[in-house]
Each structure stands twice: as structure tokens, then as C-alpha cells.
């Protein structure tokens, strides 16, 4: 290596009479600034080189302590310049170790023979029995494991993939293990085979081995107390800590895993987060968050979703063996003690209660409830589209993404209301009117899809939904014209009209990403054709998807236009568009009613049990305001009272200059 010189005969001497030793002195490397008298007690083998020992650090307490190598047997180690190394019982071996590294009180951080650091190991993800493993490695987006665990039915894509995979893992073995600049690890006792990136902190840990911690500067990892990770990889900005078990997983970026969690053959992908519970064989999409104790995810797809105490899921029924999985579609939330039956699948954005026997499937019914009632499943289509609580979701996701800007992974459209989910309201809409319209008029409830819908609840779901579509549809039509000055038919139609023919039909969720389907089968069709021969490649292709968003939403938009309202961006009039922006102003006014409506129940009287402690009525409001504080003056409340008004204002706003477009006179 430059820079580096042999010790000389005096070298060895000073660091002998320091207490250090080796079996050939020959092979330590020093840089001519290396300070000697800073390395004591010593015990070097193999092929060694120190660099640069100067300055001090700041232990907690404020205790100071100058730079060192002390109390250590290094083997075949090259260090950086001003670390502090002390009290390690056992050995280092084998691993390149950057600047400014504290290493203090550890058992032993070796690597033995060549290692992939947790690369390629392969996770049962969704399916305990196998079929759906997807090789984990550094580079590991939601939307490659996507691919990888869920369409498995193109084995073309999926045999790429695996190739590009594997020539990423054979690139990246060694036998030689790296600790980046600015690591600290104190006080941990076991780290065999694993790479460590800048300035991650390593306390208390008691066991890592075989993976990788992708910790960068400006996007640290923090593994915590009595912590045990084998065969993993530790994306960058995450935080595990406190007892936390994992076995062959993957932990993406800006994920949270505290508190003595268990997880067993799973990947998390951003900002997801579990909690005192257990997790086994699952795809724990974006924003996956489980917090309580007793809580079991097992084998399922999730992502945006909220596990409530105690609930779990049934993977087998003891015939085959655990071969059964289920979906839980984005959004999807579990009170506590629930429980569904594998397999089912769950419609995105629905609050499951109870404890449901039958394999469900209201996948067509987003916004919903599904509760169980003596031992039956009931459907509430589109009771959630009532739910102050998805409205404080759709806040807070994005203000709660701890990813750093740079480097980011999984891509995550955060809207709910899309293509992707007003295309399955669509759905379930027609489901719901042709219930109606084929069965008996007398009838007070039905069954669908192993689940029962009461006949108040399916009428009140028909007009939710419609609601909904109609607030989507004119809300996307009034950004499309808003801001601009439009003095005729004819150039109505020519601003309506679409630029592209892509995303007119299906939509899909993509582990977070929203998408047309046609867009990611163009992508697919590269990867199968090798035209992207990469993952970076791959990543690129979805994001120009994910940045394409808008304009693939005007396309599908156009045509659901026409299947709700039979009007035809080619021939729409101003009447047209006058209808479509009163429809959009009268949803937007029901919907966030309702909203209003769910909000004011946490304000309720009852609510105020438990509040002013040896008061009497009015001390127990005044109590409740100081604490809750007053329900108007509620964020979330006062964002829909801010949004009800400034729809108003903006459809009047808008009608008036559609009122002066010019008509077009039909020859």
C-alpha cells in the first residue's frame, strides 16, 4: 500500500517494550506519522498497516480520552488514521478499517474465508413453503422484491433478475471485511462476515453475523442493545435496537425495529416499522408499521399498514404443510385481537375487526370495513371513505419518511386516491349495483365472495363510491385546466386531449410505486429481451415511470370519463365541464361533511371520561381542552374545514370562466 514503510529495528523495540508482539515483524506496515507510542499491548499476526494516530474523542459523560490501539491482536488488519481500538478480548481479523473508527470493548470482529456479507441469501418471503425466495442483497429495491417474490409466473423476468443479482454478489466477495470512516462499536460482543458502511454506530450488540450495514455519512445506522442479526442486510438510515431478533431478512431504508421484535425470512422496505411483535416469511411493503406485543405478521404482502395488538393471521389449516399466503392491499389496517384466515385478500385502504374463517376476498372493495359477526365477514363498502383516520395517514406519511434525499431505493407514491385505487372503486361500484339490480328486492342482505353485505350498507356504499369517483375525476379535470385561459371549445379539447396512449387501462401497486400496468410490462419486456442488463438499469426504467405520473393519469382518466359520465374529451362542451366540476364541488362538500362528522366523535362528551380528576364536569372539559385541545382549532380538523372552503370558492371560480368559453357551432 503508498504511503506505508516497514517498521524499523528501533520501531520494534519501542513497541515491545509497550507490551506489543509479533510472529514476523516484517509484515507491519506504518505511515511515517504513525505515532508508535500510541500502540500498546498489541499483538499483531499476519500482514497489518496503521495509520495515523492523533487526537482524542468524547465518551459518554463527557469523559475525554486520547486516540489508541490498545489491548488488541489484529490480524491481517489495515486501519485508518486516529482511531481509538481498546479491549478487544478476542481478535480483529481479516478487515480494512477507515478514519476515525472507535472500537471499544468488544468480543471479537473477524471474517473467515471469502464472504458476500449477507448478499445473496435467500428470504421465504409471503410463502413459508417456499417458491417466492428472493435473494436479498445491498442494491434491493421494494419493486425488484416485488418482481422477484410475486412474478414468478414470468420466469424470463424473474431468471434475469436472479443473474444480475447473483453477478452483483460474486462482485462484491472477499475474504477481507470493511469498516468504514467514522464507525463506532462499543461494547458488543460477537461481528463475523459483516461489512460495515461509514459512521453506523454499533452498541451493546451481542451477536451480527453474515450481512451487510449499508450506513453512509449523511444516513447512519444505528444497531442497539443486546441486539442479535444474522444473515442480513441493514439498508442506510434505519434503527434496530433493544433485544431485536432477526434471521435472514432484509431491512430497507429509514426502517425502525425496536424493542425486542422478532423476524424470520422477511424483507421491510422504507420507513416501516415493528415493535415488541413477530414477523415471519413476510413483504413487508413501504410503511408497513406494527407496534404491540402479541402482534403476528405471517406470511403476507403488506404495505401502508397498520397491525393493531394481538392480531395475526393463519398461514395453514395442517394439510400440506404452511403453503397458504394472503394480501393485504395498501392501506389496510387491523384493530386488535384480529384475525383472518390465509388466504384471503384484503382491499387497499380497509379496517379489518374481528376474526374472520372464510377465505375473503374484497380486494374490488377499497375504503371499506370488514368486520366479523358470528363467525360471519361483513362488507361495509366504502365506510372508510368516511374515516377522519385515513385522512391523518395520508398527512403523515410523507412527513414521517426518515430516508435521507440521496440514494433512495424504493419508490413510493403516497397518494389514495389514484388510478389504482379509484379504478377498483369503479369495480366495486358495478359489483355493488348489480347485486341490487339481480337479486330480491325483499332481501336485507348478500353474500358475496364469502362475505355478507347488508342491504343499508351496499345502498350506502354505492354513493360513497360514487362520490368518490366524482371527486377524483373533477378534481383531476380542474387541475388540468386550471391557469389557463381557455376561449373556446375547441381549445378545451385540444388542452383535454391526451399526449399519451400509456396508462389507459389497468393500474397497478408496485410495493408503493402506482403505475399502468402497460408502462411496467414495457420495462419487463427490456429486462426478458436483456436491453436492461442491470439493476441500476432497471431502477432507472421504473423511476421514468414513477416521474411520468401525471401524464399517465390523464390517459386513464380520459377513458373513465367517458365509462362514468359518457363524455368524451373529443366532444366535450362547456356544459360538460360545468356538470363534472358541480358534481366534483358537491363530493368534495358531502365527503369532508362526513369527514367533520368522524372527527367531532373524539370530542365527544364521553370521550371526556377519565379527564379532570376530582372535578366536577367542568373541570373535566377544561382538562380535556388542555390536553386534546379544542376541536377546531384540531390540524386535522382545520384542513378540511380549510379544504370544504377553498373547493368551494375554486369551483365557483371555475364554472365562472368555463361560463365564458365560446361554443363551438356544429355544421
Not at 103 to 111: E, F, H, R, S
Not at 230 to 238: E, H, L
Not at 248 to 263: E, L, N, P, S
Not at 429 to 449: A, M, P
Request: proline letters at 2%.
Amino acid at each position: 500500500m503508498k504511503n506505508y514503510i516497514s517498521v524499523s529495528q528501533k520501531d520494534i523495540e519501542q513497541l515491545q517494550s509497550q507490551g506489543c508482539s509479533s510472529d514476523d515483524w516484517s509484515l507491519l506496515y506504518i505511515k511515517k506519522s504513525t505515532d508508535l507510542s500510541k500502540v500498546k499491548r498489541v499483538t499483531f499476526s499476519g500482514k497489518n498497516y496503521l495509520g495515523s494516530i492523533e487526537g482524542s474523542r468524547t465518551f459518554y459523560g463527557g469523559i475525554e480520552k486520547k486516540n489508541v490501539i490498545e489491548k488488541v491482536h489484529l490480524h491481517n488488519c489495515s486501519i485508518g488514521d486516529n482511531p481509538y481500538i481498546s479491549n478487544v478480548r478476542s481478535y480483529i481479523a481479516n478487515y480494512n478499517i477507515g478514519e476515525n473508527v472507535l472500537i471499544y470493548n468488544v468480543g471479537i470482529i473477524a471474517v473467515d474465508g471469502v464472504s458476500t456479507f449477507g448478499n445473496g441469501i435467500k428470504v421465504d418471503v409471503i410463502n413459508e413453503g417456499g417458491g417466492r425466495e428472493i435473494p436479498i442483497f445491498n442494491k434491493l429495491s421494494a419493486q425488484i422484491a416485488y418482481f422477484l417474490a410475486l412474478y414468478r409466473h414470468k420466469t424470463e423476468l424473474v431468471t434475469a433478475i436472479l443473474k444480475m443479482v447473483d453477478e452483483y454478489t460474486q462482485s462484491i466477495a472477499s475474504d477481507t471485511g470493511t469498516i468504514g470512516d467514522n464507525v463506532k462499536i462499543l461494547n458488543t460482543d460477537t461481528i463475523k462476515d459483516v461489512a460495515i458502511g461509514d459512521n453506523a454506530v454499533i452498541r451493546s450488540v451481542s451477536l451480527l453475523k453474515n450481512g451487510s450495514i449499508n450506513s453512509r455519512n449523511d444516513a447512519r445506522v444505528y444497531i442497539g442493545t443486546d441486539v442479535k442479526v444474522i444473515n442480513f442486510i441493514i439498508s442506510s438510515d434505519s434503527f434496530i435496537d433493544n433485544a431485536s431478533f432477526l434471521s435472514d431478512c432484509f431491512i430497507g431504508q429509514g426502517c425502525r425495529i425496536d424493542k425486542q421484535y422478532a423476524i424470520d425470512h422477511s424483507v421491510f422496505f422504507a420507513n416501516s416499522q415493528g415493535f415488541n411483535g413477530e414477523a415471519c416469511s413476510i413483504f413487508a411493503g413501504p410503511y408497513t408499521v406494527t407496534h404491540h406485543k402479541s402482534t403476528l405478521l405471517i406470511a403476507g404482502l403488506f404495505s401502508f399498514m397498520n397491525a393493531g395488538s394481538g392480531s395475526n393471521q393463519s398461514n395453514h389449516m395442517y394439510k400440506l404443510g404452511p403453503i397458504h399466503q394472503g394480501i393485504m392491499s395498501r392501506g389496510a389496517k387491523t384493530t386488535s385481537n384480529s384475525y383472518v384466515l390465509w388466504p384471503s385478500k384484503i382491499g387497499a385502504f380497509t379496517l379489518i375487526m374481528g376474526r374472520h374463517y372464510k377465505h375473503v376476498d374484497s380486494s374490488d372493495f377499497p375504503f371499506s370495513y370488514l368486520i366479523e359477526n358470528d363467525n360471519k365477514s361483513y362488507l361495509i363498502p366504502g365506510a372508510n371513505l368516511k374515516s377522519v383516520g385515513v385522512v391523518r395517514d395520508m398527512q403523515k406519511w410523507p412527513k414521517r419518511d426518515k430516508r435521507s434525499k440521496e440514494g433512495r431505493l424504493d419508490i413510493v407514491n403516497f397518494n389514495a386516491i389514484s388510478p389504482y385505487t379509484i379504478s377498483k372503486v369503479a369495480i366495486g361500484l358495478e359489483h355493488l349495483n348489480r347485486i341490487l339490480e339481480n337479486s330480491d328486492k325483499d332481501s336485507v342482505q348478500y353474500t358475496f365472495r364469502d362475505m355478507v353485505i347488508k342491504k343499508s350498507s351496499l345502498i350506502k356504499g354505492i354513493r360513497l363510491y360514487t362520490r368518490i369517483l366524482q371527486k377524483y375525476l373533477g378534481g383531476v379535470v380542474i387541475s388540468k385546466i386550471l391557469g389557463i385561459h381557455i376561449r373556446s371549445e375547441k381549445k378545451l379539447r385540444e388542452i383535454l386531449k391526451p399526449t399519451s396512449t400509456i396508462g389507459n387501462e389497468k393500474w397497478v401497486d408496485i410495493a408503493g410505486m402506482i403505475c399502468p400496468k402497460s408502462a411496467l410490462e414495457n420495462v419487463i419486456t427490456k429486462v426478458q429481451n436483456h436491453e436492461i442488463d442491470s439493476i441500476e438499469k432497471i431502477h432507472e426504467g421504473l423511476q421514468e415511470i414513477h416521474e411520468n405520473y401525471d401524464s399517465y393519469l390523464w390517459g386513464w382518466t380520459v377513458n373513465m370519463l367517458y365509462e362514468f359520465y359518457m363524455i368524451d374529451v373529443q366532444s366535450i362542451t362547456k356544459d360538460d365541464l360545468i356538470f363534472i366540476v358541480d358534481q366534483w364541488r358537491e363530493a368534495v362538500v358531502e365527503l369532508n361533511n362526513l369527514l367533520y362528522k368522524d372527527a367531532s366523535k373524539e370530542f365527544d362528551l364521553h370521550k371526556h371520561i377519565g379527564f379532570g380528576a376530582d372535578g366536577d364536569e367542568d373541570d373535566r372539559l377544561a382538562d380535556f381542552i388542555n390536553v386534546r385541545g379544542e376541536f377546531e382549532k384540531n390540524s386535522t380538523v382545520v384542513e378540511i374545514l380549510n379544504d370544504s372552503e377553498l373547493m368551494e370558492k375554486l369551483g365557483t371560480k371555475i364554472i365562472t370562466q368555463i361560463k365564458g368559453i365560446k361554443r363551438c357551432v356544429e355544421l
